[in-house]
């Protein structure tokens, strides 16, 4: 498996690491706090803890920081698509 390679100490399978992954994202996409403050840090460390691994919350945080990378890097055509149309 490839998590048992990256964390050798925790045995559990990449199907079982996606469930576990899709139900926590969905739950931080849920309108439980303002703004949604901490809730995808809760649910990825409560549902990650699950299976022993204590750092969920590091791993949401990675996660939101790379897609926030991807989206800012998808704008760039984006805003550069506006600003040549508009010439």
Do not use: M
């Not at 139900?23 to 699950?50: D, Q």
């Amino acid at each position: 498996h490839i998590l048992n390679n990256i964390a050798p100490e925790f045995s559990f399978s990449l199907i079982e690491a996606a469930f576990h992954f899709t139900y926590s994202y969905f739950i931080s996409t849920l309108p439980i706090s303002v703004g949604g403050l901490g809730v995808g840090h809760i649910a990825f460390a409560e549902t990650l803890s699950s299976v022993g691994y204590k750092q969920g919350a590091d791993i949401f945080t990675i996660f939101y920081i790379l897609s926030s990378i991807f989206n800012i890097v998808g704008g760039i055509p984006f805003i550069y698509g506006l600003f040549r149309k508009n010439q």
